[in-house]
Antibody, heavy 119, light 108 residues
Framework: EVQLVESGGGLVQPGRSLRISCSASGFPFGDHAMGWFRQAPGKGPEWVGF??????????EYDASVKGRFTISRDDSKSIAYLQMNSLKTEDTAVYYC??????????WGQGTLVTVSS | EIVLTQSPGTLSLSPGERATLSCRASQSVSSSYLAWYQQKPGQAPRLLIY???SRATGIPDRFSGSGSGTDFTLTISRLEPEDFAVYYC?????????FGQGTRLEIK
């Protein structure tokens, strides 16, 4: 059974950093790109970025709203994807989800972790 | 950036009725990489349809997707009580990956 579990969310002050994790199980993690999405309270989902599998270069792409502040990485030996968030802003407040990029789309999602940016 | 516009914003129907949800893209979606998601309060989005018309694993056959290019449709043939939720379309054929603003399907 595919499982994705996010962790590391919490309350952080504007301008500070936070790293959240996505632990995966039930599938060959290294074979899949992994995506990060977020959803602000009362809003629709929004793409943050994704990281390709090592077989496809292992590179990452980001939405313009987070490029230069957020970094996605992966540790295939531990089946974990990370989202490092720097210079956080109040508008980054959201539930953050990780998702597996299946053959034709983002097919499995975690339950999400809440990040609140506030002073 | 491809902008997705969903209509209607809210759809009020009764169980047993047919629901038709629309998603229009500002430019052609590459390889019909258009997905539909269902989301209920407090839950993550759930993939229903990918590449415009293929049902994801475990999705009942009352859900169907159609369309290509810039116009896509999600149809629920006969509404069950558990189908009342918010539905989002998403294009993943080019970055940035984008979502529509959602259609709320509510019980009439």
């Amino acid at each position: 059974e595919v499982q994705l579990v996010e962790s590391g969310g919490g309350l952080v002050q504007p301008g500070r950093s936070l790293r959240i994790s996505c632990s995966a199980s039930g599938f060959p993690f290294g074979d899949h790109a992994m995506g990060w999405f977020r959803q602000a309270p009362g809003k629709g989902p929004e793409w943050v970025g994704f990281i390709r599998s090592k077989a496809h270069g292992g590179t990452a792409e980001y939405d313009a709203s987070v490029k230069g502040r957020f970094t996605i990485s992966r540790d295939d030996s531990k089946s974990i994807a990370y989202l490092q968030m720097n210079s956080l802003k109040t508008e980054d407040t959201a539930v953050y989800y990780c998702s597996r990029d299946g053959d034709f789309g983002f097919d499995f999602w975690g339950q999400g972790t809440l990040v609140t940016v506030s002073s | 950036e491809i902008v997705l516009t969903q209509s209607p914003g809210t759809l009020s129907l009764s169980p047993g009725e047919r629901a038709t949800l629309s998603c229009r893209a500002s430019q052609s979606v590459s390889s019909s990489y258009l997905a539909w998601y269902q989301q209920k309060p407090g839950q993550a989005p759930r993939l229903l349809i990918y590449v415009a018309s293929s049902r994801a694993t475990g999705i009942p056959d009352r859900f169907s997707g159609s369309g290509s290019g810039t116009d896509f449709t999600l149809t629920i043939s006969r509404l069950e009580p558990e189908d009342f939720a918010v539905y989002y379309c998403q294009q993943y054929g080019s970055t940035p990956i984008t979502f529509g603003q959602g259609t709320r399907l509510e019980i009439k």
